[in-house]
């Protein structure tokens, strides 16, 4: 499927050449001072590079569309309002699209066949900045059946659109975006499926490569939504600050002061702590691995001292919408003091409080032994002698009557 190219100057892009290519970098200026008017004032919030201004000022739904073979225009790729928003505003736009040349209409001597095909030959482009991700997505499955030909297989954009990635956590697993039947196909095999699939990042069991562990997620008590800096003047990093006196992480005790402090305004939503299992570093969450190799053992967790229990870290979102975590002692998963603290954090088997195990185990003990000890006791020590009374007609009982009608 052969691309072309359709400008609001068709002829200029279409020409071919050495003067009709000049032309087309002269009407990209002259759109570009065009465009850096009243719009560019009304969406300064991050200004665009210049040369990336020269691109955008042709690269619009009304100047131009890009057609594949039959004719029909391909989906606009450019979002001038979320790019200035994205992480990758204050890039060059050649800084990714090495190929393009201001001078000549692009896709001319592309190599593509499809669209799709150059979205996944784009996406290399990405492990020039992002090493450690590219090198771990290179191992994944995904990648293994890019090498096979099915271009349909996910790459850097479809779970990062290049033009519209910011740094906001998703609110939930972006896998569960294509794989809509994740909950049912687990569900043949997994008990209490929707509530694994909330507590446990997809990641945590596919990519089994990573060293795991708990984060406790700042959230709102009622609507279960993340915490971030700054909302109702809460100021959580200077909380965490305070909180951590031995500047060593949180313990158990200096987890309830930090939750005294964020909750010590009555009038704000109260705030508790939600649990959740995942990947310590980040970039291993793109060495996804085959389903046979998934974690599938129970007792990856669900047992005493398991290791994702051995890392803990608290958690809240900043004014940029990133994931900050906070070091806290791994104690806070099974102290006595953090009954309340994490109380909505529970792994069967993985966090027991030992102390309440040891109650738990002196309450069963007494309730069984009251019982038979007193059994025992009575055994040993013998009944009580009932007094003796004689049967009707016996004399002693006949003289007491006597006795009784002579008074």
């Not at 979320?82 to 699209?97: N, P």
């Not at 809460?234 to 002061?257: H, S, W």
């Not at 190799?293 to 958690?315: G, N, T």
């Not at 069967?348 to 069963?364: K, N, P, S, Y």
Request: proline residues 6%; contains cysteine; charged residues 25%.
């Amino acid at each position: 499927m052969r691309e072309g190219w359709m400008t609001g100057g068709e002829s200029l892009a279409r020409g071919c050449g050495p003067m009709a290519r000049v032309a087309a970098a002269m009407a990209a200026f002259v759109l570009v001072l065009a465009w850096a008017g009243p719009a560019a004032a009304a969406e300064a919030k991050v200004a665009l590079p210049e040369a990336a201004k020269a691109c955008v000022a042709c690269h619009k739904p009304e100047f131009v569309a890009k057609l594949a073979a039959d004719g029909k225009p391909l989906p606009q790729h450019t979002q001038v309002a979320d790019l200035k928003k994205s992480v990758h505003a204050e890039l060059e736009c050649t800084d990714c699209h090495s190929d393009s040349d201001p001078a000549r209409p692009a896709g001319t001597d592309r190599k593509a066949k499809e669209a799709r095909e150059y979205t996944a030959a784009m996406s290399s482009n990405c492990r020039d900045c992002h090493k450690k991700e590219a090198k771990k997505n290179d191992t994944s499955i995904h990648t293994a059946r890019l090498k096979d030909g099915v271009f349909q297989a996910p790459v850097c954009a479809d779970c990062h659109s290049a033009h519209t990635v910011t740094r906001k956590v998703a609110a939930r697993d972006p896998c569960l975006g294509c794989h809509e039947k994740a909950q049912a196909t687990h569900a043949k095999w997994l008990p209490n499926t929707r509530r694994h699939l909330e507590a446990v990042a997809c990641a945590m069991c596919h990519a089994p490569a990573g060293k795991s562990m708990v984060v406790l997620a700042l959230a709102d008590r009622a609507t279960k939504k993340p915490a971030i800096q700054g909302e109702g003047a809460r100021d959580f990093a200077a909380f965490f600050e305070k909180a951590d006196t031995g500047e060593k992480g949180i313990d158990p005790v200096e987890l309830r002061a930090l939750l005294g402090l964020v909750n010590a305004d009555s009038t704000l939503p109260p705030i508790s702590l939600r649990g959740r299992m995942e990947l310590v570093a980040p970039a291993d969450e793109h060495g996804l691995a085959d389903n046979s190799k998934a974690r599938r053992d129970c007792a990856s967790c669900h047992v005493a001292q398991a290791d994702a229990f051995r890392r803990v870290s608290l958690a809240y979102i900043d004014e940029d919408g990133r994931n900050v975590r906070y070091p806290a002692d791994k104690e806070v998963l099974t102290s006595i003091f953090s009954i309340d603290s994490v109380r909505e954090f529970y792994v069967v088997g993985g966090t027991r409080i030992e102390l309440l195990d040891l109650l738990l185990l002196l309450a069963v003990f007494g309730g069984i032994s009251m019982p038979i000890g007193h059994q025992l006791v009575k055994r040993l020590v013998g009944s009580p002698a009932e007094p003796h009374t004689p049967p009707p007609g016996d004399s002693t009982n006949q003289a007491a009557d006597d006795d009784a009608s002579n008074k």
